[in-house]
T-cell receptor
Framework: NAGVTQTPKFQVLKTGQSMTLQCAQD?????MYWYRQDPGMGLRLIYY???????DKGEVPNGYNVSRLNKREFSLRLESAAPSQTSVYFC???????????FGEGSRLTVL | QKEVEQNSGPLSVPEGAIASLNCTYS??????FFWYRQYSGKSPELIMS????GDKEDGRFTAQLNKASQYVSLLIRDSQPSDSATYLC???????????????FGKGTHLIIQP
C-alpha cells in the first residue's frame, strides 16, 4: 500500500532546463496538491486539483504548470528552471471535504 | 492576508515533561485546525485535528482550541525523544468547504526532547 508516490526523489538542474515531477496516489482521493517547502517559509501551495479535469493556482504558481492526467496522477512541470525554484516539493492528497493531507515523501530539487 | 503564527523555536523540553506548542491565526471564523508532525528530512504527517472550542485528547497528545482568542495549542504529555520534530499548525479559512485548498500552514516549531 504505497499511498502517495513521488518521483524523482532528488534532482539537480541547470538554470533554464525543464523537468516534470510525477505524483501518483492509490488512495482513491479526488483532491491532489503540490506544495513547496523552503527554510523559514513553511509549506506553500503551488497548484491543486480538486478533481480529475480541474486545476487551480495556489499561493505561488509562477514558473510552474500542472497536469491532472487522471484520478491517480498529478504532475508538476518546471518549463525553465530558476535558482529560486530550489526547494523540497511535496505532493499530497485529501478525501473530499477533508483537511487531512496525506503527503508523498518529497522531491528535493536543486537548480544551479 | 491569512496568517498562522508559530514560534520557530527550538523549544527544548526534558524527557517526561509536558511540551506545549502554540499557534495563533488571523482569520476569525476559521473552521478547522490541524497539527502536523515533520521529522527532519521527512514529509509531514497529521497527528491531531480539532474543529470546536475546547480540548481534544488522543493518547499523549491534547489539542486545545480557543476561537475567541484565535489560538490553538498542542500539548504532548510524557515527552519522549521520539517526539523531537517540527510541528506545523494548519488552519482552514471560513469559506472552506472543508478541503485543503485554502489550508494555511504556520512555519512550524522545532521541538527538542532532551533525554
Amino acid at each position: 500500500n504505497a499511498g502517495v508516490t513521488q518521483t524523482p526523489k532528488f534532482q539537480v538542474l541547470k538554470t533554464g532546463q525543464s523537468m516534470t515531477l510525477q505524483c501518483a496516489q492509490d488512495m482513491n482521493h479526488n483532491s491532489m496538491y503540490w506544495y513547496r517547502q523552503d527554510p523559514g517559509m513553511g509549506l506553500r501551495l503551488i497548484y491543486y486539483s480538486a478533481s480529475e479535469g480541474t486545476t487551480d493556482k495556489g499561493e505561488v504558481p509562477n514558473g510552474y504548470n500542472v497536469s491532472r492526467l487522471n484520478k491517480r496522477e498529478f504532475s508538476l512541470r518546471l518549463e525553465s528552471a530558476a535558482p529560486s525554484q530550489t526547494s523540497v516539493y511535496f505532493c499530497a492528497t485529501t478525501a473530499v471535504g477533508s483537511g487531512e493531507l496525506f503527503f508523498g515523501e518529497g522531491s528535493r530539487l536543486t537548480v544551479l | 492576508q491569512k496568517e498562522v503564527e508559530q514560534n520557530s523555536g527550538p523549544l527544548s523540553v526534558p524527557e517526561g515533561a509536558i511540551a506545549s506548542l502554540n499557534c495563533t491565526y488571523s482569520d476569525r471564523g476559521s473552521q478547522s485546525f490541524f497539527w502536523y508532525r515533520q521529522y527532519s528530512g521527512k514529509s509531514p504527517e497529521l497527528i491531531m485535528s480539532i474543529y470546536s472550542n475546547g480540548d481534544k485528547e488522543d493518547g499523549r497528545f491534547t489539542a486545545q482550541l480557543n476561537k475567541a482568542s484565535q489560538y490553538v495549542s498542542l500539548l504532548i504529555r510524557d515527552s519522549q525523544p521520539s517526539d523531537s520534530a517540527t510541528y506545523l499548525c494548519a488552519v482552514t479559512p471560513p469559506y472552506s468547504g472543508g478541503g485543503a485548498d485554502g489550508l494555511t500552514f504556520g512555519k512550524g516549531t522545532h521541538l527538542i526532547i532532551q533525554p
